[in-house]
């Protein structure tokens, strides 16, 4: 067992019980994730319980921004993030609950912060949805750019200043970005 995968085991806590209609849930968002998952793309996500799949370790690809104990900001390209399905899910999220951001521990982001991430989450949402929302969150094209209103003011005033190199990772998640290109039509009759 990976030490990494025990860590976010015991954060986690024992498995939960879950109703049919839960574990249902689970297992097609499971199983939605696991064939999007076939193409290589930037997510190698790891399902940490053989019974339900309520627990799981996602290892994004996408590029992001850590901050440096001397303040230096760079690029990194490795995150993973500790998901955790509760009973009452279908019902309830929340987030602080569900989500973990694991490494790297110095993450910089206005979303995140001492492993909290600070996203929008509803009842029912898919892993899959999730896990794009999480590398929009990672890659800067998600941000809170109000002190106000973010677990890290110093990267929401970082980000407002350096809005031109944002976002630092607009790759898809999954296979390969489209470039489509719309001309006029000629006169149409």
Request: glycine fraction near 6%.
């Amino acid at each position: 067992m990976d030490a990494l995968d025990e860590r976010i085991r015991v954060m986690a806590g024992p498995e939960p019980d879950f109703d049919a209609v839960m574990s249902d849930f689970l297992g097609n968002s499971r199983d939605e994730l696991r064939e999007r998952c076939r193409v290589p793309g930037l997510l190698d996500a790891v399902d940490l319980d053989e019974k339900t799949p309520w627990l799981w370790r996602l290892n994004f690809a996408t590029r992001g921004l850590v901050r440096d104990d001397d303040g230096t900001i760079q690029t990194v390209e490795r995150h993973v993030v500790a998901v955790r399905f509760l009973p009452d899910y279908l019902r309830h999220v929340n987030r602080f609950e569900m989500l973990a951001l694991i490494e790297p521990q110095n993450a910089f982001h206005p979303n995140l912060r001492d492993g909290h991430i600070c996203l929008e989450v509803y009842p029912g949402e898919p892993l899959l949805e999730i896990c794009e929302a999480l590398h929009a969150l990672l890659g800067w094209r998600l941000r809170q750019l109000a002190e106000n209103d973010a677990l890290n003011p110093a990267a929401c005033a970082w980000g407002r200043a350096h809005l031109e190199e944002l976002p630092i990772d607009p790759r898809p998640l999954f296979g390969r970005s489209l470039a489509i290109t719309l001309e006029p039509m000629e006169n149409a009759t």
